[in-house]
T-cell receptor, first 114, second 114 residues
């Protein structure tokens, strides 16, 4: 079965410091990987995706993610965190078994401290 | 995302009541999904539909039913609500096209079952 793990429930980082939110996955075949962000009282918003090609993917709001096939990871990164980046972040993988379902991680709460 | 709307946004109901949550989209997407979000559990798929004639159960469909009234409308029903169905419910859409893999989420419906 395909799965996604976000090992950290919460990540705290000081404003201006680099941030990393971790995600590992388990799939059969090539993964389609996604990051979404959820701000309070809002739905999830798409940040970026990896389908194929360059392992470093750039997305919205200055976020990027690095696909590492050998480590089965897709960590979300940003060089300099902002207080406004504080939110709940979800990693997701698209199942490629003919049903095209999306499997989400449990989410990581990012707190950027001023 | 304003292209995916959900009604109601908040609902408080009593055990045993029948509840319908509605989702409408103007994105022209064929694929629609219903998820529930619980703290620490992330998003779990309830039902999904790839076109008007296609309805599929997700991982937690027991106690729920859906109706795809049109390409743009996908409603979720709780036939007899129970307290452990208290959660945040999201509708999402995605496109069929190659490369257009990300999902677009509605703002959510917060349901409380007393």
């Amino acid at each position: 079965a395909q799965s996604v793990a976000q090992p950290e429930d919460q990540v705290n980082v000081a404003e201006g410091n680099p941030l990393t939110v971790k995600c590992t996955y388990s799939v059969s075949g090539n993964p389609y990987l996604f990051w979404y962000v959820q701000y309070p009282n809002r739905g999830l918003q798409f940040l970026l995706k990896y389908i194929t090609g360059d392992n470093l993917v750039k997305g919205s709001y200055g976020f990027e993610a690095e696909f590492n096939k050998s480590q089965t990871s897709f960590h979300l990164k940003k060089p300099s965190a902002l207080v406004s980046d504080s939110a709940l972040y979800f990693c997701a993988v698209r199942e490629f078994s003919g049903t095209y379902k999306y499997i989400f991680g449990t989410g990581t709460r990012l707190k950027v401290l001023a | 995302d304003a292209d995916v709307t959900q009604t109601p946004r908040n609902r408080i109901t009593k055990t045993g009541k029948r509840i319908m949550l509605e989702c409408s989209q103007t994105k022209g997407h064929d694929r629609m999904y219903w998820y529930r979000q619980d703290p620490g559990l992330g998003l779990r798929l309830i039902y999904y539909s790839f076109d008007v004639k296609d309805i599929n159960k997700g991982e937690i469909s027991d106690g729920y039913s859906v109706s795809r009234q049109a390409q743009a409308k996908f409603s979720l029903s709780l036939e007899s609500a129970i307290p452990n169905q208290t959660a945040l419910y999201f509708c999402a859409t995605s496109d069929l096209g190659v490369g257009s893999n990300e999902q677009f989420f509605g703002p959510g419906t917060r349901l409380t079952v007393l």
